[in-house]
C-alpha cells in the first residue's frame, strides 16, 4: 500500500512540473512587465498594419493583372477600321490599368507618336503609383518591427541589471525574471512581426513588376499597331 501511494505521490508531482513547466504566449507577454506588454502591444498594431495592406494590395494587384486575352485584338480591329469612339467605349469599360493607358493613347491618335508615346508613359506612371500604395509602409513595418523588439530588449535588460545593483549583486533570479522576460519576447515578437512584413513586401513588388511589365508590353503592342501601314 505504502508502495502504491508512493509511486502515486510521484506521478502526480511529475504530472505537477509539467504543468509548472508549460507556458502559454499570453503567459509569457504578461509576465514580462509593463515594458513588454507595452512595446508588444506596439508591434501587434504594426503586425495588423502590414497584414490590412498586404491584402489590400494584394487584392488591387490581382484585380489590375486581369485583362480578356481579346482586348488588344479588338482595340486593333477598332483602330484599323478607323472606330476610334468605339475603341475608346472598351477602353472605359475595361477595369484595368492596360486599358487605361490605351485609351490614353487611343485618344491621341493623329498627333505625332512621341506625344502619344509620352501621353502612354505618364499615364503608366499613374497607374504605376496606384500600384505602390502603401507599400513603403510595408518596408517601413518591416524594418521598425525588429528595431522596437531591440528596444525592448536593451529594456529589459537594464531592468535586469538595475534589480542586481539595487540588491547589492545578491538578486535572486526570481526578481530577474521580469527584466528577462521582456528582452526575450520582445525581441522575438519584433523578428516575428518583421520577417512577416518583409515577405510580404517582396511578394507585393514582384507582384506589381509583373503588372508593370504587362503594361509596358500592351503599350509597346499598341505603338506598334500604330506603325502598321493601313
Keep these: 500500500m505504502n508502495i502504491f501511494q508512493e509511486v502515486t505521490e510521484g506521478t502526480e508531482a511529475a504530472a505537477s512540473i509539467s504543468e509548472e513547466k508549460t507556458l502559454s504566449v499570453i503567459d509569457l507577454i504578461v509576465n514580462g512587465g509593463t515594458g513588454s506588454i507595452i512595446i508588444i502591444m506596439v508591434l501587434f498594431v504594426l503586425l495588423f498594419v502590414a497584414m490590412y495592406i498586404y491584402f489590400e ?29 468605339a475603341a475608346k467605349l472598351l477602353c472605359a469599360q475595361t477595369d484595368s490599368p492596360v486599358a487605361r493607358l490605351t485609351e490614353k493613347g487611343v485618344s491621341r491618335i493623329g498627333k505625332p507618336l512621341d506625344d502619344i508615346n509620352t501621353a502612354i508613359e ?58 528577462i522576460y521582456t528582452a526575450m519576447t ?12 518583409y515577405i510580404g513586401y517582396n511578394h507585393l513588388v514582384n507582384r506589381t513588376d509583373k503588372v508593370v511589365h504587362q503594361m509596358e508590353a500592351n503599350a509597346v503592342e499598341f505603338l506598334d499597331l500604330l506603325n502598321e501601314p493601313i
Excluded at 484585380?63 to 486593333?76: E, G, H, L, Y
Excluded at 523588439?149 to 529589459?156: H, P, R, Y
Design 122 to 179: 505618364n499615364a503608366g506612371t499613374l497607374e504605376v503609383y496606384k500600384l505602390e500604395k502603401n507599400v513603403s509602409v510595408l518596408a517601413t513595418v518591416a524594418g521598425a518591427a525588429p528595431m522596437i523588439g531591440f528596444l525592448g530588449t536593451v529594456i529589459g535588460m537594464i531592468l535586469a541589471f538595475h534589480e542586481m545593483a539595487s540588491s547589492g549583486g545578491q538578486a535572486e533570479m526570481g526578481s530577474l525574471a521580469s527584466g
Design 57 to 85: 494590395r494584394i487584392f488591387a494587384i490581382k484585380a489590375a493583372s486581369k485583362i480578356d486575352k481579346n482586348f488588344m485584338n479588338q482595340i486593333r480591329d477598332h483602330v484599323m477600321n478607323g472606330k476610334l469612339e
Design 186 to 197: 520582445t525581441t522575438v515578437a519584433g523578428l516575428v512581426v518583421g520577417i512577416i512584413a
